[in-house]
């Protein structure tokens, strides 16, 4: 079963995602990578979490493009 989050913040040694229904969860830091950020997006499979390169940056070029047009004339 696949499962995508994505880490809304970072709070003590713990990772806060919010899951694709809105709920959220957290996660352990040791159980996923060292660079996280917040805004990474995370797949979990198989029982592992891994990070989702391409969700993330499909992600912060939207976020982007919708800052963008906030300040467009």
Known sequence: MKEYLVVDRIEDNNAICEKEDRTFVTIPLFELYATLK?????????GKYSFDSIKTKEARNKNILLQNSLFED
């Open 38 to 46: 917040e805004g990474d997006w995370i797949l979990f499979e198989n």
